[in-house]
């Protein structure tokens, strides 16, 4: 397919097939907010709980997070995100005060206008807020910027009602806000957006071998979950290129129809976060090792090292609609002739697959069919996402459901009278295969979870 409009296509599908909208739409959208419809939800929520399942229970020693959004604005000046570690330096023109990347100007005059330029400025990032009835420089805030600062606010909490010593991980999912200055490549890089980010806390000197353990691991939840691997790659971003709480960091990117682009980040946090916490709020952040017996720092108290997995749920889900979305010139079916027709499948991990049963009566015109598909659509309904549908020929029928990703098609027709069995159609072989119906609930469970 060609590369051009391969994002065009997603997009538009996104939107046909009710995954993702714009935002606040009837009023012309708004800057890059884009809204997740019924389908996209799911997939979004699959997403998130395959790393939550990851993190909390394939792991070992990670418990969980849910910190808020809205921080003291103390604890953006002891990240550093209010300081030149996080900013873009940006020029204005004098006379729109449209603002632009300093890089991005071939000419020292305002491309929208033609305007006298200011000289650069560093431009923060971090989205202001008010809080509270009274807006003066008292209660200003900020929207958090990455959701691994609630857990360094939380590090000696969990430390201490969950008993941990270390090494041990927290993770969290929620969504962080950046006041990008060019958002672009639909749900990429936008203002408001989803993160999934685990901190491990270690001893300094085995952070290099869970470095190495966690690019691993995280390679693997991509390529497990269903993306190829000729279309991963990782990078080593340099030295001088480091975010500025980074001693080491390897991106995670994904061959995009729009080029290689992160969805992840590793990165060695060293003590950056629980020291600058300990300085800016006098409390002591360290970790104090019990004396035990074969402990080389036994006895000793010292700031954990970070080992952070930093991954955007947005991004990936836009690497898995972008790997999952085949069409298939002259249609899928192999039994009868080709139609010449474009179908598409959406050939998404099952365990990602948004909607997972499709329930059809063979005709609609048949009360007795369509009474027995009611029934074994409620029968479902409580375990599976599932859709009902009646409408338009069977073949039509089974590739909207390819479409959007469904796992499996059940039929209920004339035989489903008189044995009650059905027949359940696999998205991926086509294959057909009659089922019990008493038997349908458990055999879908076993191929989906199995
Ligand atoms: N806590 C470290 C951190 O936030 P980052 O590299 O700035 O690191 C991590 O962000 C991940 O968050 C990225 O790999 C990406 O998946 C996601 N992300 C960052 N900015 C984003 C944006 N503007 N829109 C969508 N996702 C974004």
Redo the contacts with the bound molecule.
Sequence with gaps: MEKENFLEKIISFAKRRGFIFQSSEIYGGFGSCYDYGPLGVELKNNIKKQWWKEMIKIQDNIVGLDSSILMNPKVWEASGHLTAGFADELVECKKCNRRFIKDHLDKNKCPECGGELMKPRKFNLMMKTFVGPVEDEASITYLRA?T?QGIYMNFQNVLQTMRKSLPFGIAQIGK?F?N?IT?KDFI????E?E?M?MQWFCEPKSANKFFDFWLEQRLNWYYDLGIKKENIKTYEVPKKEL?HYAKRAVDILYKFPFGWK????I?NRGDWDLSNHSKHSGQDLQYFDEPAFAKASAGKKYYPHII?T???A??SLLAFLTEAYQEVEGGRTETTESTKEIEMVLKLNKLLAPVKVAVFPLVKNKPELVKKADEVYKMLKPHFVCQYDETGSIGRRYRRQDEIGTMFCVTIDFQTLEDDTVTVRNRDTMKQERIKIEDLSEKIKMLLFD
């Excluded at 990429?188 to 203002?191: H, P, Q, Y």
């Excluded at 992160?262 to 980040?265: A, L, R, S, W």
Aim: glycine share 8%.
């Design positions: 990455e691994c962080a950046r990008e958002p990429f890089r936008t203002r957006f993160q980010e975010a992160e969805i992840e980040g990165h952070e930093s991954a955007g947005d991004r």
